[in-house]
């Protein structure tokens, strides 16, 4: 039994090592906005803004998925002694992968005009920025290969160094490239913070070679001593690959696809929206300085600018440490549900949820009272203050529902959150359009239905897990309670 003990402890280990670097570099690439916001303003940081979320939806389709479903059948090999076998699954992957995010880039570069034309009709701005990011999807595929090959082996520190070090140098390349060629415009200003996510990958992909190249008379030792395996095909080594992945690039992408959506529905329509609230002259309505005297277009790039940067990294700061907490309890949730013991899920359900209601009211107070001296502080106006305050109530949602969601998933039920979050995007575009009937509402109307859509995410979630798990859920303890410190704190 000292062996599983021993085991336990070591998968502990490396997804704590894995936690702390996911969070490190969450925490660094989310600081690194507020210098970008700076040098860029609004405007600006809208172009960045919304070719990032052109590149975070490709990314979903190649990178996000490969490290745990290489990781996963890399291990099997290995844990049979088929250390052949699992070289080989990493070469295969690396070989298509890359092919598949070459296709994606050339898509990215050449129909960067297309894009922004159907999508981002009010801002013709983005091209280049999209270009800019386009190459680095095939680095960010690397990256992903070579980090599943590593967790495979039960080597949890190469990606946690290797994210930590990207984010460093991707902050160092895009604060000083955007500083420089700000100078020249704003879109090439936007274009620089693309290039220093580029040089980021590119850094991070340097240190894991350097860690492969290391390894590789051990990765040698290892094959001279291969067990024979089942020999697969590479067809049928793809289709696992793919059969891991695709639930998780479901269940991921939903949410970057939503914010394109938002961000599209932002460029097309709220233009519409701003001119009807300038001729009933209430563009005060409107959460721009000066809005009455910009034209409509610039009006709604900054309010786009906001979405993404004010809202949109704001709101990440407490969702990325519920989520942290979500993935942390996943392998808890899931040894309990191995053996089938409902009482130990039931406790920990309720645990995990509490802990995350701890953890996201006080942000929620928080940021209702604070937007503004926040924003004063960091950036000298207050300019989309109102938008977070407004979205603020959001981040008690969005905890509850990322956390049913790791729990279900902890429970190998992936099928049940991934239908209920394209559901709640389905309800999430229908609300936008009935929003967007009404001027007064502005970029506001965004704001509240994302919150609407986390909401239904969430109630689907539970409602689900209550049913499985035969539970009832204390409300009081859960929210009642943690509303009532955070409200007197708030005081």
């Excluded at 936690?19 to 969450?26: D, T």
């Excluded at 080597?155 to 100078?183: C, D, G, Y």
């Excluded at 938002?262 to 001119?275: E, N, T």
Aim: positive net charge.
């Amino acid at each position: 039994d000292m062996e599983s003990t021993n085991n336990k402890q070591g998968l502990m280990k490396g997804a704590m090592i894995l936690s702390i670097g996911v969070l490190v570099s969450r925490i660094i690439g989310m600081l690194y906005r507020i210098p970008i916001r700076n040098i860029l303003g609004d405007d600006g940081n809208s172009l960045y803004g919304v070719a990032y979320t052109v590149y975070a939806m490709i990314l979903t389709l190649t990178a996000i998925a490969i490290p745990g479903a290489l990781s996963k059948l890399i291990a099997e090999r290995k844990a049979a002694g088929a250390h052949r076998e699992a070289q080989r699954v990493f070469h295969i992957a690396l070989i298509y992968c890359l092919a598949g995010a070459f296709i994606l880039a050339l898509g990215m570069w050449f129909g960067a005009e297309w894009i922004q034309t159907n999508f981002f009709p009010s801002q013709p701005g983005v091209v280049l920025p999209i270009r800019a990011l386009a190459p680095t999807v095939m680095i960010a595929t690397t990256l992903a290969v070579m980090r599943g090959y590593f967790q495979g082996n039960e080597e949890m520190a190469p990606t946690a160094i290797s994210q930590v070090i990207e984010q460093i140098v991707n902050v160092i390349f895009s604060v000083l490239l955007a500083s420089i060629l700000v100078k020249t415009s704003l879109v090439y200003g936007a274009t620089g913070s693309a290039l220093g996510t580029g040089a980021g990958a590119i850094a991070g992909f340097i240190v894991l070679m350097l860690m492969y190249k290391k390894k590789r008379p051990s990765i040698k030792k290892d094959i001279a001593q291969s067990v024979e395996y089942t020999y697969e095909s590479t067809g049928i080594i793809l289709k696992q690959i793919l059969g891991m992945m695709i639930p998780v690039i479901i269940s991921t992408s939903i949410f970057s696809i939503m914010t394109f959506i938002d961000q599209s529905m932002i460029s097309k329509y709220l233009p519409k929206a701003v001119d009807i609230l300038r001729s009933q002259n209430a563009l005060s309505l409107v959460p721009v300085a000066g809005a009455a005297m910009m034209e409509t277009q610039q009006v709604v790039s900054e309010l786009s600018g906001q979405m993404s940067y004010q809202y949109g990294t704001f709101m990440n700061i407490p969702a990325s440490l519920v989520m942290q907490l979500g993935l942390a309890a996943v392998p808890a949730i899931a040894a309990a549900s191995s053996v089938g013991d409902f009482k130990e899920i039931r406790k920990k359900t309720k645990l995990i949820l509490k802990v995350g209601m701890l953890l996201a009211t006080p942000c929620a107070v928080g940021f209702i009272l604070y937007a503004k001296p926040i924003f004063l502080l960091l950036h000298g106006d207050t300019a989309g203050s109102e938008v977070l305050m407004q979205g603020a109530i959001g981040i008690l949602v969005i905890a509850l529902a990322q956390l049913s969601a790791g729990i279900l998933q902890g429970m190998t039920m992936q099928r049940i959150p991934t239908i209920n979050a394209i559901i709640a995007c389905g309800i999430k575009v229908i609300i936008n359009i009935i929003f967007l009937q009404i001027p007064a509402l502005n970029i506001f109307g965004f704001i509240h239905s994302t919150t609407i859509c986390y909401l239904i995410y969430a109630v689907l979630n539970i409602v689900y897990l209550c049913k499985a798990l035969k539970m009832k859920l204390n409300w009081n303890k859960l929210i009642v309670r943690p509303a009532i410190s955070a409200a007197l704190m708030g005081a």
